[in-house]
């Protein structure tokens, strides 16, 4: 069994590989069963560790578990508060293949799912976009939506301005031209497209402030109680989830559709259906739309079979 470190899962994904590889085995399909959350309780009276199970598999090919536990007291061990592994195993013999990094995986797949979901969904034209939040995510998506989109420009916002310089230094060595913003009702009016990756509890972005023709990519909340948008970032606007889950999961969905600003009927679809080319994308050049995702096992399962297949040797001729 090989083990499998974070830069090597980045070598063997490059966004132009890992999306495609994403469309791919959404159209074709995966068994992806309804994920475990476990609560490890500190008998010293800390805080408990939320342990999430994540399983896919691609039958008669690769079967993946991945791991994810959140352990909120971390932060007081001078520890990052999660830590992820995906263990990847032939589906036909249970032989475990690989133990790859799966803080690497999850981000990744993360933002290749949103890259994905734009390569039918944003202005085809956009050359520029938004990005809110300074996380891991974040720091991945300019170069993932520059896999599907024409991306030379970027925005830059977060909450802590120090954060959104050190992510649009690190853009800027990639090649993409970079503005750190502070008004961000001034910067969503002006972008194309809008990506959240945080871990709002109250919306961060305002529907009032979108433009016509506008793609918003909401990826932060995973959780009823966690929300990136206001109502009217749905009233009015095409909505596409990543899942179906996202309608149970997701505060900014739930939200809308308790106050009435957005039905569950109006979903045009999810990942799966536009890559089948079951739904439709967009309609229009004026048309705002909206994806919500909220992770799903077979994205994990996609880029582990990804990074398997990189590593593993050619056989010799």
């Known amino acids: 069994m090989q083990v499998i470190d974070a830069d090597t899962v980045t070598r063997a994904t490059p966004f132009e590989r890992l999306v495609p ?34 399983s896919a598999w691609d039958p ?21 508060g999660l830590h992820a592994s995906v263990l990847l195993h ?14 690497a995986i999850t981000t990744r797949r993360t933002a290749a799912a949103s890259a994905l979901a734009a390569s039918w969904l944003a202005p085809a034209d956009a050359h520029e976009m938004l990005v ?28 802590r301005p120090e954060a959104a310089e050190a992510l649009a230094a690190q853009w800027r060595d990639e090649g993409f ?12 009016r002006r972008a194309p497209i ?22 918003l990519d909401l990826i932060g909340s995973f959780t009823p109680a966690m929300r990136e948008a206001d109502d009217a970032c749905f009233r009015g606007a095409a909505v596409w989830v990543d899942t179906e889950e996202a309608l149970v999961k997701a505060g900014e969905l739930l939200a ?20 089948r080319g079951e739904a439709t994308s967009r309609n229009a050049a004026s048309e705002r739309t909206v994806f919500k995702s909220v992770g799903n096992a077979l994205e994990d399962l996609a ?15």
Request: proline letters at 8%; glycine letters at 8%; one cysteine or more.
């Open 21 to 54: 590889a994403l469309r791919e085995l959404f159209a074709r399909g995966a068994e992806v069963p309804p994920r475990q959350v476990l609560t490890l309780a500190d008998p010293a009276g800390g805080e408990a560790v939320t342990s999430l199970v994540m």
């Open 60 to 80: 008669g090919r690769f079967y993946a578990v991945k791991v994810i536990n959140i352990a909120p007291g971390n932060a007081a061990r001078g520890l990052p």
């Open 90 to 103: 032939d589906a036909v013999t249970g032989v475990p293949l690989a133990l790859m990094d799966g803080d």
């Open 132 to 159: 809110v939040g300074a996380g891991r995510v974040a720091a991945l998506l300019p170069a993932a939506y520059r896999a599907v989109r024409p991306i030379t420009h970027v925005t830059a916002w977060a909450r």
């Open 177 to 188: 031209r970079v503005t750190v913003a502070t008004d961000l009702a001034a910067a969503v």
């Open 194 to 215: 809008v990506s959240c990756a945080t871990l709002a509890t109250a919306p961060v972005v305002q529907g009032e402030w979108l433009a016509p023709g506008s793609h």
């Open 256 to 275: 809308p559709m308790a106050s009435g600003a957005w039905r569950r009927e109006d979903l045009r679809g999810t990942l799966a259906q536009l890559s």
């Open 303 to 317: 880029a582990a079979m990804l990074v398997q297949t990189a590593s593993t040797p050619s056989p010799p001729r």
